[in-house]
């Protein structure tokens, strides 16, 4: 790819933007960038959240979006004002090819959040037509679900990927009808005055193993494109997706994530 100055200006503006923080660090002199002296017993402790009895289970202050029972934390996009048309059986639910992607009822920024899934165990279809899904943060940016085990199909649209902008760092997915997890640290974009402030940044683990490290994105996740940022809220939906397949999904839960702290 031939590098122009217009094209290397743009990555290095993703980059400077994703970093706009460390502006205001002060390197040189540690102790100004803190209200706090060393050790200082006056600092407050932060608050106490109890963990769950295993690490796959919610913190108490997380809020669980399907427990196994129902999805009264969730609706349709096709139609919002019924209830979701997903199948709930047997602790999971799963996919209906058709009845459209689901979303919470509650709206989320940045968040840490727990997801199992599994694609299904009697194989058909290969490449992008086999267990496929996705987790779409703010209804915008997605980490890809794919029956990625021993699958090939494009890097960016495998499982773990960041849809059409970075494919994972390995493939760590299970064979067919295994029940897998995500674990994801999102941190939404920031915007002021209609203008990117700071891009979205994500970190995933898939079946415990680190495949996205900090990806900083360079705008919403699209098919066969990669569309720049556009202004929108603080807050939006968690989806999944229905791409025709009948992924299955268990033991969802998410925790809010405070960006706002006093040094």
């Known amino acids: 790819m031939k590098i122009t ?4 200006a743009a990555l290095l503006g993703v980059v400077w933007a994703g970093r706009a923080a460390l502006d205001s660090i002060h ?7 803190y209200a706090w002296k060393v050790h200082d017993p006056q600092r407050p ?3 106490v959240v109890v963990p769950g009895k295993e690490n796959h289970l919610p913190s108490s202050d997380a809020i669980v979006l399907f427990d196994g029972t129902d999805l009264s934390a969730w609706k349709g996009t096709k139609n919002p004002d019924q209830p979701a048309q997903w199948k709930v059986e ?5 996919v209906t090819p058709d009845a459209g992607a689901i979303q919470t009822k509650e709206s989320f920024g940045s968040c840490q959040l ?3 899934w599994a694609s299904p165990a009697l194989i058909k279809g290969d490449s992008q037509d086999r267990g496929n899904s996705g987790v779409y943060f703010m209804d915008r940016y997605e980490v890809q679900i794919l029956d990625s085990y021993e699958n090939p199909t494009y890097a960016d649209g495998q499982a ?3 849809y059409s902008q970075n494919p994972p760092l390995v493939n760590a997915c299970r064979p067919p009808g295994q029940w897998q997890s995500y674990d994801i640290i999102f941190h939404a974009p920031q915007f002021k005055d209609g203008k990117l402030l700071r891009p979205a940044d994500i970190t995933v683990f898939h079946n415990g193993v680190l495949v996205q490290d900090g990806w900083i994105l360079t705008g919403p996740t699209a098919w066969k494109q990669r569309p720049p940022y556009s202004p929108h809220p603080d807050k939006l939906p968690l989806s999944l997706q229905d791409h025709g397949n009948p992924v299955r999904f268990r033991n969802i ?3 809010p994530l405070n960006e ?3 040094k």
Do not use: K
């Not at 390197?27 to 960038?33: H, R």
């Not at 047997?90 to 799963?94: D, F, I, M, T």
């Open 5 to 8: 100055v217009t094209t290397l």
């Open 27 to 33: 390197f040189d002199n540690p102790d100004s960038n």
């Open 45 to 47: 402790s932060p608050p």
């Open 90 to 94: 047997n602790g999971y639910l799963e």
């Open 114 to 116: 727990h997801i199992e």
């Open 160 to 162: 773990g990927a960041i």
């Open 253 to 255: 839960w998410i925790r």
């Open 260 to 262: 706002t702290y006093e």
